[in-house]
Structures are given as C-alpha cells and as structure tokens.
Nanobody
Framework: QVQLVESGGGLVQAGSSLRLSCATS????????MAWFRKDPEKAREFVAS????????YYGDSVRGRFTISRDNAKNTVYLQMNDLKPEDTAVYYC??????????????WGQGTQVTVSS
C-alpha cells in the first residue's frame, strides 16, 4: 500500500522558516515525480512545487518562487520543502503528492494527509 506522510508544520511568525518532510513507502520513490500542494479552507488548491525523479528539473508556483525550495533524497524515499520568508498568506494545509508528470495541472495519484502551516503577522 502506498503511503505518504507529511511532517514539519507548525505555527510561526512572518519572516520565519520551516522545513516540511514527506516520508513515502510502498512505491518505487526514485521513479516518481514528487510535488507539494497547499489548501486553505477558503481558497482553491494551489500548486506549490514539484521535482522530477532525478531532480534535474524543478517547478514552482508564482507565489512561492524565490522563497521555497523543493528537494528529494532518493536513498531515504523522502521529499522536502524548505520554506523561507514565510508570509501570512502561506497559511494552509500542505500536501505531498506523487505522480508521473511534474506539471501543476497533471494528475497526482498518490497523496498524503497534509500538515498544517500557520503564519502569524
């Protein structure tokens, strides 16, 4: 059974940093595109970042480009999201996803349960 488990969320002040982790099991991690999405209850789901199987390409949403960095450790079957200079509008539940296409609009068959990130002003 495929499982993705996010961790690292929390409550921080604007301008702070957080590092999210997504530990996976049950899939050949190195063969999958990995991505992060986020969702606020009052907003639509938003693409955050993705990375190809060998990290040769990365993609970022316009609102996070330059502040967030996605990376992966294939030996640990884990993908990370380093978030710097956090803003209140970054507040959301962050979800890890696995798929085969790194484009934001592509389907991602596998999802984690999410981790809450709250940024206070």
């Amino acid at each position: 059974q495929v499982q993705l488990v996010e961790s690292g969320g929390g409550l921080v002040q604007a301008g702070s940093s957080l590092r999210l982790s997504c530990a996976t099991s049950g899939l050949p991690f190195s063969l999958y595109v990995m991505a992060w999405f986020r969702k606020d209850p009052e907003k639509a789901r938003e693409f955050v970042a993705s990375t190809t199987r060998d990290s040769s390409s990365t993609y970022y949403g316009d609102s996070v480009r330059g502040r967030f960095t996605i990376s992966r450790d294939n030996a640990k079957n884990t993908v990370y999201l380093q978030m710097n200079d956090l803003k209140p509008e970054d507040t959301a539940v962050y979800y890890c996803a696995a798929g085969t296409d790194p484009q934001p609009s592509a389907p991602y068959p596998y999802w984690g349960q999410g981790t809450q990130v709250t940024v206070s002003s």
